[in-house]
């Protein structure tokens, strides 16, 4: 009933920018929480950036004045710049979205993520 789409990874060098994108589509009614989240080679996936509706965004401190996450809320859609990349950034980022939805005259709260896109920064 929900889709996250991400699209925007790649492969960059150290110190150079991405952007990533993320699209919830589906019968949403509203969407609390839209993050990124990323997940290492042999590590556990970790938050990198989340923000609520209105709310004040909260970064990991290792991307801490490096990236950037923004939201249109009529496009239902939050993006992450990523400028000073380094190759600790590599990894597969997830988008993940708080919300709620609707199933005929239901509504359902919960979290959905997107099926990741990889970005690579090396050399």
């Known amino acids: 009933q929900v889709q996250l789409v991400e699209s925007g990874g790649g492969l960059v060098q150290p110190g150079g920018s991405l952007r990533l994108s993320c699209a919830a589509s589906?019968?949403?009614?509203?969407?609390?929480?839209m993050g990124w989240y990323r997940q290492a080679p042999g590590k556990q996936r970790e938050l990198v950036a989340k923000i609520r509706t209105y709310g004040t965004p909260n970064y990991a401190g290792s991307v801490e004045g490096r990236f950037t996450i923004s939201r249109d809320d009529g496009r239902n859609t939050v993006y992450l710049q990523m400028s000073g990349l380094k190759p600790d950034d590599t990894g597969v980022y997830y988008c993940?979205?708080?919300?709620?939805?609707?199933?005929?005259?239901?509504?359902?709260?919960?979290?959905?993520w997107g099926q990741g896109t990889q970005v690579a920064v090396s050399s």
């Open positions: 589906g019968s949403i009614v509203s969407i609390d929480t």
């Open positions: 993940n979205a708080r919300l709620t939805w609707r199933s005929g005259t239901l509504w359902y709260t919960d979290d959905f």
